[in-house]
């Protein structure tokens, strides 16, 4: 499985970004594709959103409700992350990953079995 994200750069506070998280390799069946981030500061990942393939549900963080939008194409074997309003704080590395087989409904992090590269955002104030 290979997970490829694009769409990262710096805007400024207010403006708006889309990320995109190619896929590929999947044993197609039930799975997720989520987005998690990564602040300079934090040593820690944090979700963001994520949608399962099976009937479309969505989970966002309550830190980007209301200005995120997650959507996919499965046709292109992509993941789109429309990010709205954007805040400094928003400010780190964004992965993708995926969970096959899904159970349980947000996927606890240390369940997602598969990572891209990452790319950055920067939000500057």
């Known amino acids: 499985v290979q997970l490829v994200e694009s769409g990262g750069g710096v805007v400024q506070a207010g403006g708006s970004l889309r990320l995109s998280c190619v896929a590929s390799?999947?044993?197609?069946?039930?799975?997720?594709i989520g987005w998690f981030r990564q602040a300079p500061e934090k040593g820690r990942r944090e979700g963001v959103s994520?949608?399962?393939?099976?009937?479309?549900?969505?989970w966002y963080a309550d830190s980007v409700k209301d200005r995120f939008i997650i959507s996919s194409d499965n046709a292109k074997n992509t993941v789109y992350l429309e990010m709205n309003s954007l805040k400094p704080e928003d400010t780190g590395v964004y992965y993708c990953a995926t969970k096959e087989y899904v159970v349980s409904w947000p996927v606890p992090l240390w369940q997602w079995d598969y990572w891209g590269q990452g790319t950055q955002v920067t939000v500057s104030s």
């Open positions: 390799g999947f044993v197609f069946g039930n799975y997720a």
């Open positions: 994520s949608i399962r393939n099976t009937d479309g549900k969505t």
